[in-house]
């Protein structure tokens, strides 16, 4: 097994939709893959920093930001959401805070 630095590094490579989809792959890369730093950096490089930090709750994690845009667009695969354990915002829900 690779040790989660050099896992973390090599998943900052990838872009949200990859990334989501090593997640489900095993129970080490969903924690790896969890990782803030990753999911930060995903949205702020598909949404401008100003843009994604006033869409993100402060008690919410990039990762839920990147789904909620995300299944807005269609742009992630379903089977995704499935294996992906954290709270989703109910359909329709605003982005705002």
Do not use: Y
């Not at 090599?10 to 790896?32: E, M, N, Y």
């Not at 843009?51 to 909620?68: E, M, S, T, V, Y």
């Amino acid at each position: 097994m690779l040790p989660p630095e050099l896992l973390l590094k090599i998943f900052s490579f990838l872009d949200g939709k990859d990334l989501a989809i090593a997640q489900c792959t095993c129970t080490f890369f969903r924690k790896v893959g969890s990782d803030e730093s990753l999911w930060k950096t995903i949205c702020e490089g598909l949404w401008s920093q100003d843009i994604a930090l006033g869409q993100k709750p402060a008690n919410k994690p990039w990762r839920w930001l990147f789904d909620c845009k995300m299944v807005r667009t269609s742009l992630i695969f379903a089977h995704t959401h499935i294996c992906f354990e954290a709270e989703r915002p109910a359909p329709g829900a605003s982005l705002h805070v």
